[in-house]
T-cell receptor, first 114, second 114 residues
Framework: AQSVTQLGSHVSVSEGALVLLRCNYSSSVPPYLFWYVQYPNQGLQLLLKYTTGATLVKGINGFEAEFKKSETSFHLTKPSAHMSDAAEYFC????????????FGKGTRLHILP | DAGVIQSPRHEVTEMGQEVTLRCKPISGHDYLFWYRQTMMRGLELLIYFNNNVPIDDSGMPEDRFSAKMPNASFSTLKIQPSEPRDSAVYFCASILGGGSTEAFFGQGTRLTVV
């Protein structure tokens, strides 16, 4: 069965600094990988996804993630943090043809320091 | 489309009472997921449907929880009897076409059982 591990339940970065949120997955077959963002009192919104093809995926708000099969990782990065990036971020995995269910990590809350 | 609509947004109930949460997915979407979010356990998949048929309910915590999808535009999650440990935010999400596509989330129902 597939699973997702997000390292660090809380991450703090200064405004303008690099954002790095870590995600490792477990899957016996090639996965689909996602990053979602959740703002307070809202549902989750898709930031970006990897299905096939180019392993570096660009998303909204300047975020990107790279699929590294050898490391079973899908870390989320942004070169320069903005105050509006403060939110909770979820990594997720699914496998086509294997129930199609989406499994989420426990989330990482990103704090932006002025 | 107005997106995924959940009701109520907030529910406070007494222990032992029956609680029904409602979800209207995006029109045309063929998958519907119910998740529960808590600080301790993160975002847990409870059950999901494909074309109104329950596919995997292994995440439903106990027999007190039940979910139905009588038609393509409506689903319910019922807890009977409710307990304080059921307090959480419950999200509904819908997808078109399977696990590689974006999941659209409702704004959630915040359930408090006292």
């Amino acid at each position: 069965a597939q699973s997702v591990t997000q390292l660090g339940s809380h991450v703090s970065v200064s405004e303008g600094a690099l954002v790095l949120l870590r995600c490792n997955y477990s899957s016996s077959v090639p996965p689909y990988l996602f990053w979602y963002v959740q703002y307070p009192n809202q549902g989750l919104q898709l930031l970006l996804k990897y299905t096939t093809g180019a392993t570096l995926v660009k998303g909204i708000n300047g975020f990107e993630a790279e699929f590294k099969k050898s490391e079973t990782s899908f870390h989320l990065t942004k070169p320069s943090a903005h105050m509006s990036d403060a939110a909770e971020y979820f990594c997720a995995v699914s496998v086509k043809g294997r129930d199609d269910k989406i499994i989420f990590g426990k989330g990482t809350r990103l704090h932006i320091l002025p | 489309d107005a997106g995924v609509i959940q009701s109520p947004r907030h529910e406070v109930t007494e222990m032992g009472q029956e609680v029904t949460l409602r979800c209207k997915p995006i029109s045309g979407h063929d998958y519907l997921f119910w998740y529960r979010q808590t600080m301790m356990r993160g975002l847990e998949l409870l059950i999901y449907f494909n074309n109104n048929v329950p596919i995997d309910d292994s995440g439903m915590p106990e027999d007190r929880f039940s979910a139905k999808m009588p038609n393509a535009s409506f689903s319910t999650l019922k807890i009977q009897p409710s307990e304080p440990r059921d307090s959480a935010v419950y999200f509904c999400a819908s997808i078109l076409g399977g696990g590689s596509t974006e999941a659209f989330f409702g704004q959630g129902t915040r359930l408090t059982v006292v």
